[in-house]
């Protein structure tokens, strides 16, 4: 007998779609019948329409050897056999995200950010699988899978979707800051741990076993939670900060590594306040509060005495180049029973050294109230201490790397102990150690002094916004031309002249990095200036921003190192501000200060390294 047949048909299109004219720098989201689809479902191939672009390979395959057009001028895509069935068997509406710079050739102060930063930081720093480009995924214990570090509708993680997104839409960056963070547990240095946390302690991903300082999952401690939720993410295992290193570098971009210090004390504890005396400390407090047990200036304070030595020595510790060992990309340690700060950047200067070299090393950020404690004779301890892991860096990085200390924008120029009218230039022997090549700056400072209505000083501007009356306060306005003595003086925009007894202005002005790098540095102690300069040679090392922004929030300019965060001591606005959101505001920072270092006359070359 016969039996019925059945057939299927599926059916298939080759096609090209214009999508504006050219030259664009990348597409981004894909939607068919406004639903979004993963570029991995397409093989799709992206004409940029620059004036050269050659005919498309599948078109030209089907029309002829020199028979289909470039479509020179046009971006357009072709998507190779696409499979309609999922449509209903026809073409679906297709929507595309195209990114677009303005054109370059505007000039530094008119050009889109796109043109404009050479440089970015990849944070928040934490996650434990956030830099790891193989997929992950952590079992549930239900039979279910959980990406850890596939967010994204494209197909691959999310690391790589963030540097593709990067490529398209910020051609002219060549440089990645690789941030990762170990924690804290102390502002009172003596008594800090550091060390890397995680996150949980339930399963790892078979693939990938969190592994960072020398041990894994069970042995590390946990990141601070509120609820069942926690405050940071983990500390990035050690193979996923290879593979972002790995995958940072493929794409052209030079990696500076830099290590990150978070801090965890939550509201509440125990520990008391160096600073205050109080029973308690803030919450997860910036780590350039870290200090003595008791702060310069407090009661009982070991600031200028051998105690102090010995708290410094402590936080940095004892461990040694030689007390890691490496198997392939995996570190083992073997030294001091310690969670110190050389064991933070020594285990990663090892891990850059596997990777496959990186090309800067940060030795450490923004530990301004570390770097002001004086020893006995009034030495400078940490100042030291970091000398010595630079050290101890370039021999296990060596000579080709760049190594560098990311200095406070309110650190790197010297340190006026409170109650004095001394300048001293404490961190001048780490700028001028031979192992040092770059001097960092988080660079925070004020571009804008603005207020509400038109009776306030700047009104004249018209605008916060003003590219010109922001990059004015670059070299001028507050920290360069004049302070504030006070709050009241603040409120009422009274504003002091700074001026030098010896003619040498720069010596106070915190913003007037061009003065601060061009010329000798002679102290200020006693009301005398010291008639020998320290060990600065004057333009003898380049400046980097190693940081730098502003919050999006109206008058953020004000303050650019404020941030709202609510479960931080550290939060709060800018002054004069209202809190509201301001994108505006920081795009016209970044276009301020990027754009007004691009101009070589604001950016001169050495004229001792070239």
């Not at 105690?307 to 490496?326: I, Y």
């Not at 560098?404 to 102990?417: F, I, K, R, V």
């Amino acid at each position: 007998s016969l039996k019925p047949a059945t057939v299927s048909y599926s059916y298939s299109v080759s096609l090209a779609i214009a999508l504006c004219e050219g030259e664009v720098s990348g597409i981004g989201r894909i939607w068919a019948d406004g639903a979004e689809i993963s570029r991995s479902d397409l093989s799709i191939t992206l004409h940029r329409g620059t004036a050269d672009q050659l005919p498309d390979p599948t078109i030209e395959a089907i029309e002829g050897l020199g028979e289909a057009p470039a479509y020179r001028g046009v971006a357009y895509v072709v998507i190779d056999n696409l499979d309609l069935g999922r449509f209903g068997n026809r073409v679906p509406q297709f929507n595309f995200e195209v990114f677009r710079p303005a054109p370059a050739d505007l000039g530094p102060n008119n050009s889109d950010l796109a043109h404009l930063v050479r440089g970015v930081a990849l944070v928040p720093g934490t996650g434990e699988y956030a830099l790891a480009t193989t997929p992950l995924y952590r079992d549930d214990g239900f039979g279910r899978n959980i990406p850890l570090n596939l967010h994204t509708n494209a197909a691959a993680s999310d690391l790589d979707a963030s540097l593709d997104a990067l490529s398209a839409q910020v051609p002219g960056c060549g440089s990645v800051s690789l941030v990762v963070s170990w924690f804290g547990d102390d502002l009172r240095c003596g008594d800090c741990r550091v060390e890397p946390l995680v996150e949980h302690h339930g399963a790892d991903p078979e693939a990938m076993p969190w592994r960072s300082g020398g041990i894994g999952r069970a042995a590390a401690g946990q990141v601070p939670m509120d609820g069942n939720r926690p405050v940071y993410g983990g500390t990035p295992a050690d193979q996923s900060v290879v593979e972002g290193i790995r995958a940072i570098a493929a794409r052209g971009q030079e990696v500076m590594f830099y290590p990150f210090l978070m801090m965890t004390q939550q509201q509440g504890n125990s520990l008391p306040d160096p600073w205050t005396g109080a029973g308690s400390q803030p919450a997860l407090p910036w780590r350039g509060r870290i200090t003595t047990s008791a702060a310069p200036g407090q009661a009982g304070s070991p600031d200028q005495t051998s105690g102090a030595e010995t708290e410094v020595a402590a936080f940095f510790g004892t461990a040694a180049p030689s007390d890691f060992a490496l198997s392939g990309t995996t570190i083992s340690y073997s030294g001091p029973n310690e969670w110190s700060y050389r064991r933070f950047i020594l285990h990663y200067a090892h891990l850059c050294a596997a990777a496959g070299g990186v090309g800067a090393f940060c030795i450490g950020s923004e530990l301004r109230s570390l770097t002001q404690i004086r020893g006995a004779g009034g030495s400078f301890p940490a100042v030291a201490a970091l000398r010595a892991l630079a050290a101890d860096v370039r021999a296990i990085l060596g000579p080709g790397v760049k190594i560098g200390y990311a200095a406070d924008w309110s650190e790197y120029h010297g340190y006026q102990p409170v109650g004095t009218g001394d300048k001293l230039f404490h961190l001048d022997p780490l700028w001028a150690d031979p192992n040092i090549d770059f001097i960092g700056i988080d660079h925070y400072m004020p571009l804008a002094d603005w207020r509400e209505g038109e009776a306030h000083a700047d009104a004249e501007w018209g605008a916060v916004y003003d590219i010109g009356y922001l990059q004015s306060n670059i070299e001028g306005g507050e920290g360069y031309d004049w302070y504030y003595a006070g709050p009241a003086a603040r409120k009422a925009q009274l504003r002091t002249p700074i001026s030098d007894y010896w003619g040498e202005d720069w010596v106070w002005r915190y913003k007037d990095i061009r003065g601060w790098w061009s010329n000798p540095h002679h102290e200020r102690i006693g009301g005398s200036r010291s008639e020998t300069p320290t060990a600065w040679v004057p333009q003898s090392k380049p400046i980097w921003l190693t940081e730098l922004g502003c919050a999006a929030v109206d008058k953020g300019a004000n303050e650019p190192n404020k941030f709202v965060d609510a479960k931080s001591s550290e939060s709060g606005l800018p002054y004069a501000s209202k809190g509201l959101r301001d994108d505006l505001m920081q795009h016209s920072y970044l276009r301020a200060l990027l754009g007004y270092y691009l101009e070589l006359a604001n950016n001169p070359i050495s004229e001792v390294t070239g």
